[in-house]
């Protein structure tokens, strides 16, 4: 089975750039038809998927977030990872790592980050 743990600062000062990383265990990030994705959810709201990264190393992003949104992977260490540009307070929230092969999900823990100075 997938596992998924997200790693990163929880406490970003605005304008900068926040990194986060996704390590994967159970399962290959090049292999198997996976899409794996960054999902974030802002306090009191709903979730918004941010992009993802194919097994192939295919990218794909959400039209809101693209300006200032990049996911890239090291296969070497089997992870994937998140960077936001120019962030405000507005990026505050739980950021959480995702696998989905049809009809399989897998979830990281979720890590919470905030913007402020």
């Known amino acids: 089975q997938v596992q998924l743990q997200e790693s990163g600062p929880d406490l970003v000062k605005p304008s900068q750039t926040l990194s986060l990383t996704c390590t994967v265990s159970g399962g290959s990030i090049t292999t198997g038809n996976y899409y794996w994705s960054w999902i974030r959810q802002p306090p009191g709201k709903g979730l918004e998927w941010m992009g993802a990264?194919?097994?192939?190393?295919?990218?794909y992003y959400n039209p809101s977030l693209k300006s200032h949104t990049s996911i890239s992977r090291d296969t070497s260490k089997n992870q994937f990872s998140l960077q936001v540009s120019s962030v405000t307070p507005e990026d505050t929230a739980v950021y959480y790592c995702r696998a989905t092969q049809f009809p399989l999900v897998y979830w990281g823990q979720g890590t919470q980050v905030t913007v402020s100075s």
């Open positions: 990264i194919r097994y192939d190393g295919s990218t």
